[in-house]
């Protein structure tokens, strides 16, 4: 049963997330939106998952995003009016018109936004942690994990144990640079190295679930495997053979999910047309 409340919380996120893309992709393509974008469709049941298993533990985390965002605001419960106003622009965006997609920062979910320079947010956030003690979820992708600052960050949090998550939203890129060309180690292993738990897993929502029992009880990086359907900014495709994994979690969960997907669909485009008219 818990399980299943979980799986179905998670997908109504996922949902949200989903359909928030679809909309930002079709702003982006008919230039309504002209800040450089970063769609996290694809990835997005990584922050569903890390934020339920969190609501489950009535945990309200410190969070440290990249530029790859907007799933992991919606995820923690950032208000959706808001981050449609700040992807257009509006000083009444969470962001106050300010940050745009790649530095989304909103106090209310304790959400810190990114400064633009890969995996900044890992010793930012690993110094909050140590000197706030409060659990921390620090998210990252496979490319900034390889900034040195990242290591004496890992480093700094193993051996002051202290209540972090560290993500790696590992899609395989760098813009379009594959990890077997840049570099022949796993995240997973540079962790353990640093005597912290490290795993490699995939984006499937039952088996994050397993690992959450440590969250915040001592550091921990999760080497999470996932997809990008779209290019790495603006609204494109690069390929349409590529796993989505919404697509089985919709299937896992049972029909009433496309319901589901369509309702939110619709109150979603409904959303962006009023609000984008209001402005
Ligand atoms: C220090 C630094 N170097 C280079 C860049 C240019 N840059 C922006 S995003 C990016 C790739 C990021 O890849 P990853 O961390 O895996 O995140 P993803 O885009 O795949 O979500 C690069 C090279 C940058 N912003 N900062
Ligand atoms: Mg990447």
Same mark, same amino acid.
């Given at each position: 049963m818990i399980i299943k409340n979980y799986l179905w919380n998670v997908f109504k996120k996922t949902s949200l997330n989903r359909n928030f893309e679809l909309s930002v992709f079709e702003y982006v393509k008919q230039k309504k939106i002209n800040l450089p974008t970063y769609l996290s469709a694809g990835q997005e049941t990584i922050s569903a998952s890390i934020s339920e298993i969190c609501k489950q533990k009535k945990i309200k985390p410190l969070i440290f995003g990249q530029h790859r965002c907007h799933s992991i605001y919606l995820s923690f419960g950032g208000h959706l009016d808001r981050l449609i106003l700040e992807l257009l622009g *509006? +000083? !009444? #965006?969470?962001?106050y018109g300010m940050g745009g997609s790649a530095s989304i920062h909103c106090k209310e979910i304790n959400m810190f936004g990114h @400064?633009?320079?890969? #995996?900044?947010q890992v010793p930012i956030g690993t110094g909050a942690c140590f000197q706030s003690k409060k659990p921390t979820v620090v998210f990252m992708g496979d490319a900034s994990a390889e900034e040195d600052y990242v290591l004496g960050a890992l480093g700094w949090a193993s051996t002051k144990k202290l209540p972090i998550l560290f993500i790696v939203e590992d899609n395989n890129l760098s813009i379009l640079t594959e990890k077997k060309i840049r570099r022949n180690w796993n995240m997973h292993e540079v962790a353990r190295s640093f005597k912290m738990k490290g795993f490699n897993i995939s984006d499937d929502p039952e088996e994050i679930f +397993? !690992? +959450?029992?440590f969250f915040f009880k001592e550091p921990m990086l999760l080497n999470i495997n996932t997809n990008r359907?779209?290019?790495?900014? #603006?609204? #494109?495709? @690069? *390929? @349409?053979?590529i796993f989505d994994r919404y697509k089985i979690l919709m299937k896992k969960v049972g029909k009433k999910s496309i319901l589901y997907d369509k309702k939110i669909n619709q109150s979603m485009n409904k959303k962006w047309k009023k609000i984008s008219e209001q402005l």
């Open positions: *509006s +000083k !009444y #965006g969470c962001t @400064d633009g320079h890969m #995996g900044t +397993k !690992y +959450k029992k359907l779209f290019w790495h900014s #603006g609204a #494109g495709i @690069d *390929s @349409d053979k």
